[in-house]
């Protein structure tokens, strides 16, 4: 059973940091596809950040968070993360991270393709 549990969420001020987290348990591919989505009150879930858990192809990142936010996966922890710098209102959101086998490139950022979802955490930026 692949579990994902997510943490790091928190209120901030813009401009400010934070580091989210996923622990991800239960699977046992060579390589997964995991990436971070996020949804605002009465938005559409999107597509944040996403990479292949044991490959060198870069990431993926939505064009919103590019140059501001980071993803990285620790193979050895199987633990996702995403760094998330100069934080904006626009920012807040529920963050969500997913993983699946087998997903194309250019279906990484869509969130239908995920099979496996954590719980969320919360982010909320202040303006």
């Known amino acids: 059973q692949v579990q994902l549990v997510e943490s790091g969420g928190d209120s901030v001020q813009a401009g400010g940091s934070l580091r989210l987290s996923c622990k991800i348990s239960g699977y046992s591919a060579v390589t997964w596809s995991v990436g971070w989505f996020r949804q605002a009150p009465g938005k559409e879930r999107e597509g944040v950040a996403a990479?292949?858990?044991?490959?060198?192809?870069?990431?993926r990142y939505a064009d919103s968070v590019t140059g501001r936010f980071t993803i990285s996966h620790d193979n050895a922890e199987h633990t996702l993360y995403l760094q998330m710098n100069d934080l904006s209102p626009e920012d807040t959101g529920t963050y969500y991270c997913a993983t699946n086998v087998g997903l194309r490139w250019d279906d990484l950022l869509i969130s239908s393709e995920y099979k496996y979802w954590g719980q969320g955490t919360q982010v909320t930026v202040s303006s």
């Open positions: 990479l292949y858990s044991a490959s060198g192809t870069a990431p």
